[in-house]
Every structure is written in C-alpha cells, then in structure tokens.
C-alpha cells in the first residue's frame, strides 16, 4: 500500500521553465492539498481539491497552477518558475469529515537557479 | 481568522525529562486542533489530535497533548524524552464542524526540538 507519492523527490530548474510536480495518492481520500515548506512560515497551502474536477486557492496560490482530473491526481504546475519558489513542495489527502487528519507525501525538493 | 503560533523556534531537553512544546490558537469558533512530527527529509506524520471531550488528549510514540481553551493552547508533551524525539514539530488548528467541507488546516512555524543524550 504506497499511500501518497510525490515525484520528483528532488528538482533543479532554471528561472522562467515550468516545472510539474506529481501526486498520488491510493486511498481514494476526496480532499488533496499542496503545501510549500520554507523557513520561518512553516507551511503554507498553495491548493487544495475537495474533489475531482474541483479546486480553489490557498493561502500562497500565485504563480502556481493546479489540476485534478482524476480522485487519485494532484499535479503542481509552476508555469515560469522563479527563484522565490525554491522551496520543499508537499502533497497531503484526507477524507471530507473536517475531524480528519491529513496525510502526507515524502515531498519534493525544488531548486530554482 | 484562523492561525496557531508556535513561540519556541527550538527546544532542548535531556533525555529521560519530560518535554514540552507550546501551541497556542486563534479560531472563531470551536477548535480541532493537531500535532504532526517531521523528520529530516521526511513527510509530516500525525501525532494526535483533539476534537472534543477530553482535554488530555494522547498520541502515538507516548505523546500526549492538553487543550485548554481559557488559554486557547494545546501543548504538546511527553513524560519522558528519548533522543528519538528529536524532530521538527508543527501545531495546526481548523475551525470545527460537524459538516463535511473545506478542512484545510493552518500550521504554525514549526517548534525543533533537540533530546540531548
């Protein structure tokens, strides 16, 4: 039982490419989430999905672009990536029950040069 | 507005002390409230939570954790720490509901806590 992966698990790009990040997860949770991991700020949500087909911003969305296609697929596109968003990337799921607690993925680290 | 404050960037304790880190909240209404661990290079792993009913709330790994509202903290402890324990600790709040519905959590900073043999 894998959980929720996350992949690359570490990425180098250059200023201005856009970069994909990969989530998956196998619980079939309905609620996914992307949080990004700096110092000082702990983490902030950049997305979340209460469902397929259903997104909405977080607390750091700009620059940032979001897809969920399928229950079991998040991905994180940074359409031009910029230095401000090297950074540790996390993906987590969870039920609808707002009790729940969410699951986290191992992360992704992201190096813009 | 919801948010959590964590007011220790780093704790030290020696092994075998009991340990604690503080969390405290800000919510409209009633609070679920979580703990997570990370360690290096991993995803954040729960810890416990509380919802309601009983103030102590215990966790995995011998943690537990109180809530009090007239403080509106929910420190996290253990009686006795191992090196073990050494990791970076978030607290998170949402506001409680019986519904189902956007359950995005608010972290704080981030407590690192250092177990000294």
């Known amino acids: 039982d894998a959980g929720i992966t996350q992949s690359p698990r570490y990425k180098i790009t250059e200023t201005g490419r856009q970069v994909t990040l990969m989530c998956h997860q196998t619980?079939?949770?309905?609620?996914m989430f992307w949080y990004r991991q700096d110092l000082g700020h702990g983490l902030r949500l950049i997305y979340y999905?209460?469902?397929?087909?259903?997104?909405d911003k977080g607390e750091v969305p700009d620059g940032y672009v979001v897809s969920r296609s399928k229950t079991e697929n998040f991905p994180l596109t940074l359409e031009s990536a910029t230095r401000s968003q090297t950074s540790v990337y996390f993906c987590?799921?969870?039920?609808?029950?707002?009790?729940?607690?969410?699951?986290f993925g191992p992360g992704t680290r992201l190096t813009v040069t | 507005a919801q948010s959590v404050a964590q007011p220790e960037d780093q704790v030290n304790v020696a092994e075998g002390n009991p340990l604690t880190v503080k969390c405290t909240y800000s919510?409209?209404?009633?609070?679920?409230l979580f703990w997570y661990v990370q360690y290096p290079n991993r995803g954040l792993q729960f810890l416990l939570k509380?919802?309601?009913?009983?103030?102590l709330v215990k966790g995995s790994y011998g943690f537990e954790a109180e809530f009090n509202k007239s403080q509106t903290s929910f420190h996290l402890k253990k009686p006795s720490a191992l090196v073990s324990d050494s990791a970076l600790y978030f607290c998170?709040?949402?506001?409680?509901?019986?519904?189902?519905?956007?359950?995005?959590?608010?972290f704080g900073t981030g407590t690192r806590l250092t177990v000294i043999p």
């Open positions: 987590a799921s969870s039920t609808g029950f707002s009790s729940n607690e969410q699951y």
């Open positions: 619980w079939s949770h309905s609620y």
């Open positions: 999905s209460a469902a397929a087909d259903i997104t």
């Open positions: 919510v409209s209404g009633n609070p679920y």
């Open positions: 509380y919802i309601t009913g009983d103030n």
């Open positions: 998170a709040v949402r506001e409680g509901s019986d519904q189902t519905g956007a359950n995005n959590l608010f």
